[in-house]
């Protein structure tokens, strides 16, 4: 690990970042990532309007939520359990 986060670095641990589980020190270095790379300040925005629209889904039972013939298709490629 480099002092300093890499764009790629900081794509694997956005989720930490942003749930707060990550330790002040790497938060702090993160956010200098981030204060230096507007690519990462775009994909961090992207990320975060992302997680707002899954949130605002709610609960979803993808049993009901897939078209019939989607949900036909995806049980077949299931393996089959053993007898």
């Not at 300040?41 to 889904?57: E, F």
């Not at 039972?61 to 995806?74: I, N």
């Amino acid at each position: 690990m480099t002092p300093m986060f890499t764009c790629r670095e900081l794509v694997e641990e956005l989720r930490e970042y942003l749930d707060g589980e990550m330790p002040w020190y790497r938060r702090w270095l993160l956010g200098l990532h981030l204060l230096l790379c507007s690519a990462c300040r775009a994909y961090l925005a992207s990320y975060q309007a992302t997680r707002r629209l899954v949130k605002g889904l709610g609960d979803v039972d993808a049993r009901t939520a897939l078209p019939e013939d989607l949900s036909v298709r995806l049980h077949a490629t299931l393996p089959r359990p053993e007898k």
